[in-house]
């Protein structure tokens, strides 16, 4: 099986060194964003095979960044997995709408962080 | 450092940054920009304190900020105005923030009430918005605490170091957790209908299946009966449905439902628990007979997109085929068998992606490549683009003090190198003259860069400030207005470490003994509201960070009579006003009558110039009675290397920081006056300058053979300026500073030591220190 590669799109650096962490020691390969301008940027060059995004970000926050995703025409079949805290149902249905695959609940579990990966890729 | 540690120190980095970005913020919202830009901000720094705190399980800093956060969402919302009042909360929010950030980074348990009563107070406030909003929109806005309660809770249960343990706070382990096994087997048939959206949101059912399969023994039935004849057929619609038995032991339905978790309401799913026979046979009731293409698979085959892959492209080839042929007639006959094989060896490829595959016809929308397709161009651009998006690296400070020093022995070196050329040589090896001219260029480009990696705004030590004004305003009853200049400026970061505890006291003496009350402050005809500036701007190779108020001043007679009393000044000494202001930095010195709470924390300012001192900068105080006073830091850019003038004294090489140079003078003799106290003074310009022989300073011999005299004249602090004499000016260099308390102990007018290319130790010269001792020497 080939490598999957992971987006992580986060302002907070400890989350983001989280995932890292957790993602690399469950055998992916990891890309990182501060933000969501900087997460459609980095999808022009590189290819991935699933995106975990956060919501709240400076620049472009994750509900715009989903929807821009979405709307480029050839991440339409991109896994986009939501990074959400414990009281954002309604973020997390914004996310949904705009065309969210999955979501994540903070703080994260490694096992589930990784089996929810597995849910929504190939 | 284990993992955990890594991460918990990242996350203090980031919220010392998160706090300061809070600071700023507020300080432009209590100016009066409250627009939803920094409200944003706001809402993001306090939402990221709190997402790492939920990582690392300080629950305390979880619950506050997460009320905290509930308020600044409502402002966001509108349902609460930006009020002065909500403003000043805030502000007080963030030194809880900060606190809790604090405890919780030093394992200090804050007591249980700490920020409660501004809880209480974020409730008050919601609640005081919402009674007629409440029944408006029906949105009861007191979920501030309860809505939170069970993940504080879980927290607490984990432990605040377990955070890899944490999965109590995630919404899917509920399921796995408490669903309790059943005994008996289960057999589950679903009705699984996905709707466009599902895929539209880039799920698959070939991976819903594949986690039911991994739940148990799983039968899967595509239902194809709605599939349009191939002329109707809407690329971009779902036709396909699927039923699905699942006989497993220990499966319950909060388990299946967790499978379709993120597709619900994007699909209709029907589960029902059969009973407890294992089905042998697909039941054909979910089958219409004369629709043949049911299938059923155990688990998908791991190479299936590979054979669908194939399949698409023979059915694209066969639908432009059919696209091009105009043709009225119905297609099922010609259709039958594709379709039959494609569902023999694929079944539960998704419509989207066998959609996607197919060029639409022109009023479509442009052609949607599935990822999958792209997928070999992540080779060839995994070489160069993985490091896109990464912008800065985190570096272990000893590994650039490392570089620092190797840069600084390379600064020696080449300045060892270059002094060793005599005339002779450098006439005859232009080339290695030229070289050396290159080398020197780069090495000081190196050293430069190296020194840039070090250095850092001074915003980091700023940002702490404006909260102990803050406090220090509530505290002592005084209104007291914090303002802050250049905190952009950038030093090295081992300075500014140092920096924080000489600038909390500096800031403290003018909020105690500065600032006046407010109703002395009116009747002085002063505002209300004294101000305490706080600056910092580059000069040379200097920084100066200022401390400025607009109170009392310093008062003089009273100093004077303590320094007196104290035995700092003899009592036939006439100290200048510049001197009795720099008094209250002479140790044991303390201008309070009584230590206060606030600034006689059994330290005096002398605390302030040793720090200072420690890191090779000084300091400086003027004041102006009833106008004010200001403390100036002077401070090197870098601590390793230093721009000087090697002279001679004596048979011994000294150096004289290029800084504190003002200009060299070559003179007689007869232009040295002698005054009153015993000293010399020397003419320049108009102006009278202190002199100091550095031979007599030192204890060597004042016998000057030559009735020329050279003179380093040389500005030390407030602009007053010394001569120093000496008996030879060798040139110009650069030296890496050693630190002679390290290697010996401190000596009064030495500021450190230094190798010389040569390999000589050369001492130097520290100009304010000979200065400040010559003014005790002849106090005392």
């Known amino acids: 099986m080939t490598t999957l590669r992971v987006l992580t799109v986060d302002d907070s650096r400890t989350i983001l060194a989280m995932l890292h962490h957790t993602l690399s020691n469950a055998g992916f390969e990891v890309l990182q964003a501060e933000d969501g301008k900087q997460g459609l940027d980095l999808l022009k060059t590189e290819t991935v095979d699933v995106v975990i995004t956060d919501i709240n970000m400076p620049v472009m926050d994750g509900i715009e960044f989903i929807k821009h995703v979405r709307a480029s025409g050839q991440h339409q079949s991109l896994p986009i997995l939501i990074l959400t805290t414990e009281t954002s149902q309604d973020k997390r249905d914004q996310g949904k709408a705009a065309g969210g695959t999955g979501w994540i609940v903070k703080p994260f579990d490694p096992e589930k962080l990784i089996s929810v990966i597995h849910r929504v890729v190939h | ?49 709190k997402g790492g705190a939920g990582a690392f399980g300080f629950s305390a800093l979880v619950g506050f900020a997460h009320a905290y956060e509930t308020l600044l969402d409502y402002v966001r919302d509108g349902r609460i105005e930006m009020s002065d009042d909500v403003v000043t909360l805030c502000i007080r929010a963030n030194d ?76 899917l382990d509920d399921a796995f957790d408490s669903a309790p096994l059943q005994a008996e087997v289960g057999h589950w048939e679903i009705n699984f209908t996905p709707h466009r959206a599902l895929y539209a949101r880039a799920n698959d059912p070939l991976l819903l299946f594949r986690e039911l399969a991994a739940l148990g023994d799983m039968h899967v039935r595509a239902v194809l009966r709605d599939i349009p004849p191939l002329a109707e057929f809407e690329p971009f619609d779902v036709y396909c449905s699927w039923e699905i038995s699942l006989v497993s032991a220990s499966v319950t339905e909060a388990l299946i439902r967790e499978v379709f978790e993120f597709v619900e309401g994007d699909c209709d799913i029907v589960i029902a628990q059969v009973g407890d026979v294992p089905m042998a046979q697909p039941k054909p009731v979910f089958v219409e007979p004369e629709v043949e293409a049911v299938v059923e698979i155990e688990e998908p085959p791991a190479d299936l997109l590979a054979l669908a892959d194939d399949e698409v492209a023979d059915l694209l080839s066969l639908v432009s085929e059919l696209t091009t042929t105009p043709t009225a007639e119905p297609l099922p006959d010609v259709l039958a068998d594709p379709v039959q094989d494609i569902f023999d060896e694929a079944p539960v490829m998704s419509f989207a992606e066998l959609a996607a595959s197919i060029p639409p016809p022109p009023p479509k929308p442009a052609p949607v490549a599935p990822v999958r397709a792209m997928a070999p161009a992540s080779d060839s651009e995994e070489s160069t683009g993985r490091s896109v998006g990464v912008q800065s690296i985190r570096v272990d400070l000893d590994k650039v003090d490392r570089v620092v020093n190797m840069v600084s022995e390379l600064v020696i070196t080449q300045s060892m190198l270059t002094q060793q050329m005599d005339e002779a040589l450098r006439a005859k090896y232009t080339e290695l003259v030229r070289g050396l001219e290159v080398l020197a260029q780069t090495t000081r480009g190196l050293q430069d860069s190296v020194m840039a990696i070090r250095a850092q705004p001074v915003k980091s030590v700023f940002s702490r400030m404006p909260r102990l004004v803050r406090e220090l305003s509530s505290q002592t009853g005084k209104k007291i207005r914090l303002e802050t ?22 800031i403290r003496n003018s ?6 009350s407010p109703e002395k402050r009116v009747a002085m005809g002063k505002s209300e509201t004294g101000t305490v500036r706080l600056s910092a701007e580059q000069s040379g190779g200097n920084i100066l960070i200022a401390v400025e108020d607009d109170g009392a001043g310093i008062n003089r007679e009273r100093v004077l009579q303590l320094a007196r009393d104290k035995g700092i000044v003899a009592p036939d000494v006439q100290p200048t006003d510049e001197q009795i202001d720099q008094l209250i930095f002479a140790p044991g010195f303390s201008t309070a009558e009584a230590l206060s709470d606030i600034s006689g924390r059994g330290v005096g300012m002398d605390v302030v110039l040793s720090n200072i001192k420690k890191i090779g900068g000084s300091v400086h105080v003027r004041s102006w009675t009833g106008k004010g006073t200001r403390m100036t830091l002077r401070l090197p850019l870098t601590l390793a290397v230093l721009d000087v003038m090697l002279v001679k004294v004596g048979p011994s090489p000294y150096v004289v920081p290029l800084s504190s140079i003002v200009e060299t003078i070559q ?56 001569a120093l004499i000496v008996d030879d000016i060798i040139g110009q260099q650069q030296v890496v500073i050693k630190s002679l308390e390290e290697n010996f102990e401190r000596v009064d007018g030495i500021a450190g030591g230094t190798i010389l290319g040569d390999g000589n130790v050369a001492l130097i010269v520290d100009v304010q220190g000979l200065k400040t001792n010559v003014v005790h020497k002849s106090a005392a």
């Open chain 2, 96 to 171: 809880i923030v900060a606190d809790h950030v604090s405890a919780a980074r030093t394992g200090e348990v804050l007591p249980a009430e700490y920020g409660l009563d501004e809880k209480a107070r974020f409730d008050a406030l919601a609640r005081g918005e919402s009674i007629e909003d409440e029944d408006e929109n029906g949105e009861p806005l007191e979920e501030f605490d309860f809505e939170f309660t069970p993940v504080m809770v879980n927290l607490d249960a984990v432990g605040p170091s377990d955070a890899f343990e944490m999965g109590d706070a995630f919404d």
């Open chain 2, 485 to 506: 200049v250049g905190e952009n400026t950038e030093i090295d970061k081992t300075v500014i470490e140092q920096l924080s505890d000489p600038l909390t006291h500096m």
């Open chain 2, 1 to 49: 450092m284990s993992d955990l540690d890594e991460f918990k120190a990242t996350y203090f980095d980031e919220c010392s940054e998160l706090l300061t970005e809070l600071e700023e913020q507020f300080a432009a919202i209590e100016a009066g920009e409250r627009d939803a830009d920094r409200l944003n901000a706001v809402f993001r720094a306090i939402h990221s304190i």
């Open chain 2, 511 to 516: 909020a105690d003994h500065g600032i006046e």
């Open chain 2, 667 to 722: 003179c007689s003799r007869a232009s040295f006056e002698r005054v009153p106290s015993g000293g010399q003074v020397l003419q320049v310009r108009g102006e009278y300058v202190q002199v100091i022989d550095l031979a007599t300073r030192f204890g060597m011999a004042s016998e000057h053979a030559s009735e020329s005299r050279f003179v380093v004249l040389c500005e030390a602090e407030g602009n007053s300026k010394v």
